[in-house]
């Protein structure tokens, strides 16, 4: 037996009995006949290996869903889940760990294991988890209260540490569950329960923020946007180290059309600059609009007719040095106007604990499991040396 996040136990038999209503082969009886196991574990038939296909069922707990009616969440919520099943890994070898506010509730609707820790503390649970097991795939949901307030100093520690953690951070520029006041990244002047008078804080910008840690992948996506968010979050689970993934979440009850620049219909398609590695970075219905570099060094909104094609900025995820992900971060100031979205980096670099573990399994060699028991039960003080 195993115990879910949502606090069901679960078992292999149980498995098989909801994998019953999509077997082609006559239900769980058969599949177990057949020597199948659990979804995404490769299982030997009379006719060679055999697996089990996973499903967004797989990944869905029997919770009710609980956010406000249109909240971005729920979009978010059914775009991982559909997408978890790609992975090839069954859900009990993968762990969500959340923090507080609305993006806690996540991990709850994730049929696999998880933690609802508490406040901003989410990235450091997950360095407990991805270290001590680095055989599970481990998933940090966040929001922008969460993660950039109290969590600050865990998420730009797990970030340059490279842990191979992967954060989603739902950005909707407020305090949602605490009904509406501002948060890091609500804009200057923002009037709300708590700055009556408009903020005079200057928001983060995460993507730049997590740059600024030297994240080794960093990424940014749109809640309702389900092909985008998808690709998206098949490159971040496909890097090695930690992975940071913004994603525009509309709270449609206290800041709502926050994003419409790059999120509603007849905007999008004029705002939203897609990010390809490799390819000149265009955008517009037909890509009539483009970036390239200005006279004076900085990056420029150009018609592409008069910059033409070579005139383009190409975009560089794999660039050692994230100064050109930096310009495009900061290319908007806000999401209101021409904003760039997909990987601003992906670039490769040791991962946290794997040198660790190597020099301890060598420190265990030398000096043998067995002198280790005898220290470690010695009594209350040890004489080392």
Aim: charged share 25%.
């Amino acid at each position: 037996m195993t115990q879910r996040a949502n606090g069901k136990p679960s078992s292999n038999g149980d498995r098989l009995a909801r994998a019953d209503a999509r077997s082609p082969h006559g239900g769980a009886k058969a599949d177990a006949e057949l020597g199948f196991g659990q979804p995404g574990e490769k299982a030997v038939s009379e006719t060679g290996p055999v697996e089990l296909p996973l499903s967004k069922a797989d990944f869905s707990s029997d919770q009710e869903t609980r956010w406000c009616p249109g909240c971005g969440d729920y979009a978010i919520l059914a775009s991982v889940q559909g997408f978890m099943p790609e992975l090839g890994i069954p859900p009990e070898k993968i762990v969500f760990v959340a923090g507080i506010g609305c993006a806690g509730r996540f991990v709850y609707y994730m049929d696999t294991y998880g933690m609802h820790g508490i406040h901003g503390r989410a990235p450091a649970l997950a360095t407990g988890v991805a270290t001590a097991r680095p055989d599970l795939s481990v998933w940090v949901v966040s929001g922008d209260g969460d993660a950039l307030s109290i969590g600050g100093n865990h998420l730009i520690h797990a970030l340059r540490r490279n842990v191979p953690i992967k954060i989603l951070l739902f950005n909707n520029q407020i305090y949602g569950l605490t009904k509406g006041q501002y948060s890091p990244t609500s804009e200057e002047g923002k009037v709300t329960k708590s700055t009556p008078f408009g903020s005079q804080d200057h928001p983060f910008n995460p993507v730049s923020l997590a740059l600024g840690a030297e994240a080794t992948f960093v990424a940014r996506t749109v809640d309702t946007d389900k092909k985008h968010m998808a690709a998206t979050l098949r490159a971040a689970a496909t890097h090695t180290g930690a992975a940071f993934v913004e994603i525009y979440q509309n709270c449609n009850v206290f800041n709502d059309g926050a994003f419409d620049a790059v999120r509603a219909k007849g905007q999008k398609e004029l705002n939203q600059i897609r990010l390809e590695h490799g390819r000149p970075i265009r955008f517009g219905p037909d890509g009539e609009r483009g970036v390239t570099r200005g006279r004076d060094g900085r990056l420029e909104l150009v018609d592409t007719s008069e910059a033409g094609e070579d005139g383009l900025l190409v975009h560089d995820t794999e660039r050692q040095e994230p100064s050109l992900a930096f310009e495009l971060a900061h290319l908007a100031s806000r999401p209101t106007g021409p904003t760039p979205i997909g990987v601003f980096r992906a670039v490769d670099r040791p991962v946290y604990g794997t040198e660790l573990s190597a020099s301890l399994d060598e420190a265990r060699a030398k000096v043998g499991r067995e002198e280790l028991e005898k220290l470690l039960h010695s009594g209350d003080t040890w004489t080392v040396g």
